[in-house]
């Protein structure tokens, strides 16, 4: 039986992938941490990892709490902010890479997209900003600021196709350009990328594409791309929503 897993789990899965005495031992390699200096790597970097995930509200005020709930000794702002660095940013960067090698598994695509020159999937994530920033990174609520990241990975070779950073209200569809690099490649989107010129151009450019549907769509089978034996429906002319419950018995195209 499938369960959820634990907190507990969570964190022991964590500090196997990244255990203290690693942290610290490459703090020291990349020159971040301090000769008998009193800032402790292991609570920093998992303030900040779980800070992340804790909704929209990360300040770095939350993340200075979070290190002193956890650190044997407490930090005061000016401590905490002046340690953020370039040369912690970069820290940190090795370790997402790292974590990123270690999990990362080899063949995730299956065999059945071996048809596919690659598969690629886009999509754009939100990173909340100091509202100081609000002119340069608008984001979608006042007294906010975001930018927002958008990304084209190819699945097939595990590598970032393309990436780009803008302020939080550019739509993530104004970043997917198509054109020949398509040809032969299967494109992932959520409804965020929805729209049937692209899907057009997609098709035009030789390539495939796997979309959410929007509710207020109705598109039509064209096909029907395998035969069942038995009492199988004939869903050729159909509308999907007409049909949607008796589209688990067949493949079709639409």
């Known amino acids: ?23 610290e031992d490459h703090a020291e390699g990349v020159g971040v941490v301090e000769r008998q200096g009193k800032l ?21 005020a939350a993340f200075r709490r979070t290190y002193n709930s956890t650190a044997d000794e407490s930090i005061s702002p000016g401590g905490f902010y002046q340690r953020l660095t370039l040369t912690l940013a970069e820290y940190l960067r090795d370790l997402v890479e ?32 100091h509202e100081l920033l609000s002119e340069e990174y608008k984001a979608r609520h006042e007294e906010q600021a975001g930018a927002k990241l958008h990304l084209l990975h190819n699945v097939t070779d595990q590598t970032v196709e393309h990436f780009s950073v803008t302020d939080e209200k550019t739509h993530d569809s104004t970043l997917f350009n198509t054109g020949s690099w398509l040809e032969g490649r299967l494109a992932i989107f959520d409804l965020a990328y929805f729209k049937y010129r692209r899907f057009a151009l997609i098709d035009e450019n030789d390539g495939y594409f796997v979309s959410r549907l929007k509710k207020s769509s109705n598109p039509v089978v064209t096909e029907e791309l395998r035969e069942w034996r038995g009492r199988a429906i004939p869903l050729e002319g159909e ?4 049909i949607v419950d008796d589209l688990s018995r067949k493949y079709i195209d639409v």
């Open 1 to 23: 039986m499938h369960t959820e897993p634990s907190s507990r789990h969570i964190e022991r899965r964590l500090t196997n992938l990244l255990p203290s005495e690693a942290l």
């Open 40 to 60: 402790q790597f292991p609570p920093l970097v998992w303030s900040f990892a779980f800070g992340f995930a804790a909704g929209e509200s990360r300040t770095l």
């Open 98 to 129: 790292y974590g990123f090698d270690e999990v990362a598994v080899p063949h995730t695509v299956s065999d059945e997209f071996d048809r596919f020159r690659d598969v690629m999937i886009a999509d754009g994530t939100v990173l909340r900003l």
């Open 239 to 242: 509308k999907i929503f007409d």
